[in-house]
Structures are given as C-alpha cells and as structure tokens.
C-alpha cells in the first residue's frame, strides 16, 4: 500500500475519527515474521507440533499482530508522522492463517505540540477476525506534523 497523495496531518485529524483496514493472514506473514524477528516456537513454525496444541494450528505471533495493528496508523499519517510515540498491546484471542482481520483505530485525544509543528494523536484500536471476535485491543501516541517531514 502507498502512503496517501494527500498525508494527514495533525490540524486536519479529528476526534471521534476511524481509520480501518482489512488484511488477510497467511502462512507468509507467519513465516517472514518468524525469520524476521526470530521466534521460531513451534506454535508458529511447525504446523504437527502446532496442530496438537490447544490453537489446532500454527498462529500469527502476538508482536506481529501488534505491528500490522500500528501499521495502520503509520500508512495513514506516512509522510507527517514525525514518531510513533507509544503502542500498547492485548491479545485476546489467536490470530490463525486464512484469518482476515478488521484493525479500526478510533482518535480519541489531541495534544497540540506547537514547539513540534503539529501536535500528539491519541488513538485506541482493536482488531477482529472475520468472525467477528475480537484478538488484540490496542491504544497508540503518534507525534504528527502539519506538513510533510521528508
């Protein structure tokens, strides 16, 4: 995905604004992250070990659940996020191949940052599997500008 043509910024973000994605989980995701961050448990990797567990299969590690909730956030600010502050995680349930997931953050404080040219975007997140269950809940501080940051 491209960032947008047109970034958001911190003076046009609202209160109460949702930011939605949808991402279908495959064994790519799991694989990659497992080399990427390397956590090779075997609930992950190993599809016998992970079929005996109590999961009944290989599952997306919680970090990378964590990380493609924050992406969301990264793509919608790409190009005026000056940093992502801060991200909180709780995972509620597994994530398992062939799950599409449904991340919505919803903005929920703004706090001008005028010495930084935009200000702080307070946000709250979960994700739910097509089934409608919730598996992680999330909250995250990003320091965003009020104009492109290249």
């Known amino acids: 995905m491209l960032p947008?043509?047109?970034?958001?910024?911190f003076s046009n973000?609202?209160?109460?604004?949702?930011?939605?994605?949808?991402?279908?989980?495959?064994?790519r995701h799991v694989d990659?992250?497992?080399?990427?961050?390397?956590?090779?448990?075997?609930?992950h990797v190993d599809a016998d070990f992970a079929g005996r567990s109590r999961f009944g299969g290989r599952i997306l590690h919680g970090v990378l659940t964590s990380a493609l909730m924050g992406a969301e956030l990264g793509m919608v600010?790409?190009?005026?996020?000056?940093?992502y502050l801060e991200h909180n995680a709780r995972f509620l349930a597994p994530v398992r191949i062939g799950?599409?997931?449904?991340?919505?953050?919803?903005v929920v404080e703004l706090v001008p940052k005028p010495q930084h040219g935009g200000?702080?975007?307070a946000a709250e997140g979960g994700a739910v599997n097509q089934d409608g269950v919730a598996v992680c809940k999330a909250s995250g501080k990003m320091l965003v500008s009020d104009g492109r940051v290249a």
């Open 4 to 9: 947008p043509s047109t970034p958001k910024t």
């Open 13 to 27: 973000t609202r209160l109460g604004e949702k930011f939605v994605r949808r991402e279908a989980i495959t064994a």
């Open 32 to 43: 990659d992250g497992a080399r990427l961050i390397r956590d090779f448990n075997p609930l």
């Open 77 to 83: 600010y790409a190009g005026t996020a000056i940093a």
């Open 99 to 106: 799950d599409t997931l449904t991340v919505t953050w919803t």
């Open 119 to 121: 200000g702080i975007v």
